[in-house]
């Protein structure tokens, strides 16, 4: 049974930093694209960030890039992600997922609980 666990949401004021971590088992961890999603209140759920299997070729959503890093530790079976300079609008439950591909969350098959980012003016 694949799961998906998240850490290290929170809230913080703007321009600050967070890290997130996901860790999974139940399945051959360096086999699947994952990544991380978000979801605000009345919005759709978007792609922030993901990352290849192999490769760590790294695709970010253009209203993170510069400020988020996605990576993954294969020995860990863990995936991070680093967010600096947050602001406001990054306030959202965040997802990390797996079994996917590029920024999509439609085609992800497997999902977190999430975590809540919430970040003050």
């Known amino acids: 049974q694949v799961q998906l666990v998240e850490s290290g949401g929170g809230s913080v004021q703007a321009g600050g930093s967070l890290r997130l971590s996901c860790v999974a088992s139940g399945y051959r961890y360096n086999s699947y694209y994952m990544g991380w999603f978000r979801q605000a209140p009345g919005k759709e759920r978007e792609g922030v960030a993901t990352?290849?299997?192999?490769?760590?070729?790294?695709y970010y959503t253009d209203g993170v890039k510069g400020r988020f890093t996605v990576s993954r530790d294969n020995a860990k079976n863990t995936l991070y992600l680093q967010m600096t300079s947050l602001k406001p609008e990054d306030t959202a439950m965040y997802y990390c997922?797996?079994?996917?591909?590029?920024?999509?969350?439609?085609?992800?098959?497997?999902w977190g609980q999430g975590t809540q980012v919430t970040v003050s003016s």
């Open positions: 990352i290849e299997p192999t490769s760590g070729r790294t």
């Open positions: 997922a797996a079994g996917g591909w590029s920024l999509r969350p439609e085609t992800f098959k497997y």
